[in-house]
């Protein structure tokens, strides 16, 4: 907040071309969130939430994306679905359209073929309506199946997805936490989409029915050639899942690329600090975490240089003066920071 | 909507029926429930065992919805010892979050009531049974003495204010004499911070809509610790929360413990903080206590079909599998229970006994139970069902 003008600089990079191997394409995405302030609310900052986020999804395939809690995993995931206002600056291209240029007709077309599960399921269901309904709602509205067909349908997707037909005319308050989650992954999945944004799907559930959601995403995976942005804290999760994996802190993708290399090859130091902290199952284990010293910084005054290095074991002179570039370390695997310069 | 009623629906009639019978059982309840100046040897006990902070005592807490009665508890009996961290896992849907509202008196009224059973809380030098604690007493000892992080942020917060005036409002409540309005805030960022939230102060101002999931997570483990409660229990504290920030998390939560002697029940489906937190642990499923037993026994001699089944389906970092495994089948309806164990219809290892009634509990050492007629011969039968 330090700097008076707090003007955004917009249009910063070079656009991309529709490469149609990739069904999402995301180059320098932003996201700002206005602070307001003082007596007459005016705009004394902003909450840099997504700030220049490049990457791209092949059809039929899974990002992972992990990374701090707060660093802008689901506002990431909400602008690239247009769910958060206007995009601040970069692209989003689906398909090779830009989102956000798209006529509200084709948006509603679009909103069957994207769907996200979100994080919190308790405030994203109507409390109103029963679940049979919840589930069905969007189905019929937008004739996915016939009349005669419909109820069936309905019973498959909940039984998909663990739940049962004496579940459908229970209301959301009635259900447990794991069971709400398993609502909107449901609803999210009667939709026949290609392409959905998984914000912590299985966080809530048992290791049982989370085995069993996985699998049925892997499944649909196979047959439908789905894509997924698998936002999630559980690591073991997304190394299951994913093909790809990208880490965010504060706003920014800081390593990305393929889940082998980036589980068997660390490299950021923010990476190796959050591998480190991975709980064992194990009462046994001794866990040796690396400690990240310092306190995490705001996205709303974010650090110059490296946003990493005031807590960076490795932090050099350079690093709080200079922000590093994006280095491609080994094929496909991207990394930003100083140590891998050369 | 098609014509013909699909299953899963009831007739107008007869949900019309239930809903004029539930209001008169709960009605009943509430009655109790509401009276003014009930004497204090009303809900007097004793504690089994003093050196425990809470006792769950066969707790039977049921739902009287229009479709039936869901006995989402069912005969629940386990104790969190003083200064120790009890771990509960299970079953998404057995039972777990209802188990601790019943606790904390917080179920969903008038459906929700505890028909049956004790929850004995040891307060020092006496001992409340929960169950039958009015509502003006259970308000006082409510977010002070005994506390709960609940499993979803939004269900504590309220959307309408900002985040501050509600930290700033628990503390008041509780500890506010004598304190200024700025002792007040300052304990707040304190709160805000220790729980690794940056930009305390710009938080401070923000309303729940503003924060992330974990943030508000993180909330309202603030608000719950605020006033540092002796019997803490925590639903899912960590879910939304990354490795690190868990790992921070924990450590309070630890070291809390250790400073004023808290007991924690901790419920999570993250068997790894598990074996991190907990000292023993009680496995659930469909409403009863399935097994329990010390963290060394439960990891690493889990005897339950259901423990080795979710030991089995658990995935591990750097350990590539196809599939994942998960126990096949589907718990039973809590509206319409079967009379033989729970877990038969989807258990790999029946043995001829289990077309019998519903297993009582076997003890396999001093401090493991496994309730399961694979082991009824390996002691003599024993313990209540
Ligand atoms: N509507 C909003 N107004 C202002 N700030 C916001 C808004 N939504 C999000 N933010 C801020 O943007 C930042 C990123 O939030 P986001 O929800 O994307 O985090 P996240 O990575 O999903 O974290 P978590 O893992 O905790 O869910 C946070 O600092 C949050 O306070
Ligand atoms: N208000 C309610 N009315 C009717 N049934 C309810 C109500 N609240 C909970 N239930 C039922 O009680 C059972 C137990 O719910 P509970 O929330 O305790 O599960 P849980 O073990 O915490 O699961 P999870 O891990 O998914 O949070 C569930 O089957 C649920 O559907
Ligand atoms: S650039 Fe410097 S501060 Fe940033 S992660 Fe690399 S070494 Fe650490
Ligand atoms: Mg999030
Ligand atoms: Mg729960």
Redesign the pocket.
């Not at chain 1, 707060?70 to 679905?81: D, H």
């Not at chain 1, 009667?190 to 029915?209: G, M, Q, T």
């Not at chain 1, 990493?308 to 690093?319: M, V």
């Given at each position: 907040m330090s700097d008076k003008k707090s003007v955004i600089s917009k249009g910063d990079f070079t656009p991309v071309e529709y490469d149609p191997q990739y069904i999402l394409q995301v180059n320098h995405l932003k996201k700002y969130f206005p602070i307001k302030g003082g007596m007459v609310s005016k705009t004394v900052g902003h909450v840099k939430a997504v700030d220049g986020v490049t990457f791209n999804l092949k059809r039929g395939t899974t990002m992972g994306l992990v990374g701090e809690s707060g660093c802008g995993k689901t506002t990431t995931g909400r602008t690239i679905l247009r769910l958060a206002g206007e995009k601040t600056d970069g692209q989003v291209l689906f398909n090779g359209k830009e989102v956000y240029d798209m006529s509200p007709k084709e948006m509603r077309a679009l909103r069957t073929k994207m769907q996200i599960i979100f994080q919190d399921p308790f405030s994203s269901l109507s409390p109103r309506l029963p679940v049979g309904e919840i589930i069905g709602e969007a189905v019929r509205e937008h004739k996915l199946v016939s009349k005669s067909e419909f109820n069936d349908y309905i019973d498959k997707v909940m039984d998909n997805c663990g739940l049962q037909p004496f579940h459908k005319a229970?209301y959301p308050?009635?259900?447990?936490?794991?069971?709400r989650q398993r609502i909107c992954i449901a609803r999210a999945l009667a939709l026949n989409p290609e392409f959905v944004v998984c914000d912590e799907p299985v966080s809530?559930?048992?290791v049982s029915i989370q085995a069993q959601i996985i699998n049925l995403l892997k499944d649909l995976q196979d047959q439908y050639n789905l894509t997924y942005l698998f936002i999630s804290h559980d690591l073991s999760v997304v190394e299951h899942i994913s093909d790809s994996v990208g880490v965010m802190y504060l706003g920014n993708l800081v390593e990305y690329g393929d889940t082998e290399d980036i589980f068997r090859n660390p490299l950021h130091p923010y990476t190796k600090a959050l591998f480190s902290a991975i709980p064992v199952p194990d009462p046994n284990a001794k866990m040796n975490r690396i400690v990240l010293e310092g306190s995490i910084p705001s996205p709303a005054n974010p650090p110059s240089g490296c946003k990493f290095h005031t807590r960076c074991p490795y932090a050099t002179e350079r690093c709080k003066v200079e922000a590093p570039c994006q280095r491609e370390v080994e094929p496909g695997h991207y990394v930003v920071c100083h140590l891998f310069d050369k | 909507m098609a014509k013909k009623k699909a299953e899963g629906y009831l007739s107008g009639r007869e949900a019309r029926r239930i809903a004029k019978e539930n209001r008169r059982i709960t009605n009943a309840f509430e009655k109790q429930r509401k009276r003014k100046n009930v004497p204090e040897s009303e809900y007097l006990t004793h504690m089994a065992d003093p050196n425990n902070a809470v006792e769950f005592d066969n707790l039977h807490t049921y739902?009287y919805?229009d479709a039936g009665v869901?006995k989402?508890v069912d005969g629940v009996s386990f104790e969190v010892p003083i200064g120790k961290t009890v771990g509960v896992v299970?079953?998404?849907?057995?039972?777990?979050?209802?188990?601790s509202l019943s606790l904390m008196q917080l179920l969903?009224r008038p459906?929700?009531q505890v028909v049956e059973g004790e929850i004995r809380l040891n307060m020092g030098d006496k001992a409340y049974d929960v169950t039958k604690m009015p509502n003006e007493q259970m308000q006082k000892i409510r977010g002070n003495y005994v506390s709960m992080i609940f499993?979803e942020p939004m269900t504590s917060l309220n959307p309408v204010f900002r985040i501050g005036e509600q930290v700033d409002e628990v503390i008041a409540l509780h500890h506010g004499e004598g304190k200024t309005k700025e002792d007040i805030k300052n304990r707040t960022i304190e709160l805000l911070e220790m729980v690794g939230i940056a930009n305390s102060q710009g938080v401070y101002q923000m309303y729940p809509h503003e924060l992330s999931g974990g943030m508000r997570q993180r909330v309202c483990i603030a608000m719950a610790l605020a006033c540092s409660p002796k019997v803490i229990i925590a639903?899912?504290p960590t879910t939304a929360l990354d490795v690190t920030i868990q790992a921070q998390v924990l450590d309070l939560l630890r070291n809390l413990k250790d400073k004023i002697n808290s007991s924690i029940m901790f419920?999570t489906?993250d068997l790894g903080v598990i074996a991190e937190m907990a000292d023993y642990v009680v496995v659930?499923y469909a409403?009863r206590v399935v097994e329990k037993g010390t963290v060394h026994e439960i990891f690493s001699n889990p005897a339950h079909p259901y423990t080795i089944g979710l030991m089995a389906s658990k995935p591990v970092v750097g350990k590539q599998v196809d599939k994942l495994y998960s126990i096949p089948g589907k718990v039973p309806n809590?509206i319409d229970m079967p009379n033989y164990c729970y877990f038969k219809d989807r258990c790999e290892m029946c043995v001829a006994g289990c077309e019998g009634e519903y297993p009582c509990q076997v003890q396999l050492s001093p401090t493991h139970f496994v309730s399961c007629y694979r082991y009824y011969d390996h002691k003599n039968q024993g313990g209540e069902g």
């Amino acid at each position: 907040m330090s700097d008076k003008k707090s003007v955004i600089s917009k249009g910063d990079f070079t656009p991309v071309e529709y490469d149609p191997q990739y069904i999402l394409q995301v180059n320098h995405l932003k996201k700002y969130f206005p602070i307001k302030g003082g007596m007459v609310s005016k705009t004394v900052g902003h909450v840099k939430a997504v700030d220049g986020v490049t990457f791209n999804l092949k059809r039929g395939t899974t990002m992972g994306l992990v990374g701090e809690s707060g660093c802008g995993k689901t506002t990431t995931g909400r602008t690239i679905l247009r769910l958060a206002g206007e995009k601040t600056d970069g692209q989003v291209l689906f398909n090779g359209k830009e989102v956000y240029d798209m006529s509200p007709k084709e948006m509603r077309a679009l909103r069957t073929k994207m769907q996200i599960i979100f994080q919190d399921p308790f405030s994203s269901l109507s409390p109103r309506l029963p679940v049979g309904e919840i589930i069905g709602e969007a189905v019929r509205e937008h004739k996915l199946v016939s009349k005669s067909e419909f109820n069936d349908y309905i019973d498959k997707v909940m039984d998909n997805c663990g739940l049962q037909p004496f579940h459908k005319a229970r209301y959301p308050h009635e259900f447990s936490g794991g069971q709400r989650q398993r609502i909107c992954i449901a609803r999210a999945l009667a939709l026949n989409p290609e392409f959905v944004v998984c914000d912590e799907p299985v966080s809530a559930l048992d290791v049982s029915i989370q085995a069993q959601i996985i699998n049925l995403l892997k499944d649909l995976q196979d047959q439908y050639n789905l894509t997924y942005l698998f936002i999630s804290h559980d690591l073991s999760v997304v190394e299951h899942i994913s093909d790809s994996v990208g880490v965010m802190y504060l706003g920014n993708l800081v390593e990305y690329g393929d889940t082998e290399d980036i589980f068997r090859n660390p490299l950021h130091p923010y990476t190796k600090a959050l591998f480190s902290a991975i709980p064992v199952p194990d009462p046994n284990a001794k866990m040796n975490r690396i400690v990240l010293e310092g306190s995490i910084p705001s996205p709303a005054n974010p650090p110059s240089g490296c946003k990493f290095h005031t807590r960076c074991p490795y932090a050099t002179e350079r690093c709080k003066v200079e922000a590093p570039c994006q280095r491609e370390v080994e094929p496909g695997h991207y990394v930003v920071c100083h140590l891998f310069d050369k | 909507m098609a014509k013909k009623k699909a299953e899963g629906y009831l007739s107008g009639r007869e949900a019309r029926r239930i809903a004029k019978e539930n209001r008169r059982i709960t009605n009943a309840f509430e009655k109790q429930r509401k009276r003014k100046n009930v004497p204090e040897s009303e809900y007097l006990t004793h504690m089994a065992d003093p050196n425990n902070a809470v006792e769950f005592d066969n707790l039977h807490t049921y739902f009287y919805t229009d479709a039936g009665v869901v006995k989402s508890v069912d005969g629940v009996s386990f104790e969190v010892p003083i200064g120790k961290t009890v771990g509960v896992v299970g079953e998404s849907g057995c039972g777990k979050s209802v188990t601790s509202l019943s606790l904390m008196q917080l179920l969903q009224r008038p459906q929700g009531q505890v028909v049956e059973g004790e929850i004995r809380l040891n307060m020092g030098d006496k001992a409340y049974d929960v169950t039958k604690m009015p509502n003006e007493q259970m308000q006082k000892i409510r977010g002070n003495y005994v506390s709960m992080i609940f499993q979803e942020p939004m269900t504590s917060l309220n959307p309408v204010f900002r985040i501050g005036e509600q930290v700033d409002e628990v503390i008041a409540l509780h500890h506010g004499e004598g304190k200024t309005k700025e002792d007040i805030k300052n304990r707040t960022i304190e709160l805000l911070e220790m729980v690794g939230i940056a930009n305390s102060q710009g938080v401070y101002q923000m309303y729940p809509h503003e924060l992330s999931g974990g943030m508000r997570q993180r909330v309202c483990i603030a608000m719950a610790l605020a006033c540092s409660p002796k019997v803490i229990i925590a639903d899912e504290p960590t879910t939304a929360l990354d490795v690190t920030i868990q790992a921070q998390v924990l450590d309070l939560l630890r070291n809390l413990k250790d400073k004023i002697n808290s007991s924690i029940m901790f419920i999570t489906h993250d068997l790894g903080v598990i074996a991190e937190m907990a000292d023993y642990v009680v496995v659930m499923y469909a409403g009863r206590v399935v097994e329990k037993g010390t963290v060394h026994e439960i990891f690493s001699n889990p005897a339950h079909p259901y423990t080795i089944g979710l030991m089995a389906s658990k995935p591990v970092v750097g350990k590539q599998v196809d599939k994942l495994y998960s126990i096949p089948g589907k718990v039973p309806n809590p509206i319409d229970m079967p009379n033989y164990c729970y877990f038969k219809d989807r258990c790999e290892m029946c043995v001829a006994g289990c077309e019998g009634e519903y297993p009582c509990q076997v003890q396999l050492s001093p401090t493991h139970f496994v309730s399961c007629y694979r082991y009824y011969d390996h002691k003599n039968q024993g313990g209540e069902g």
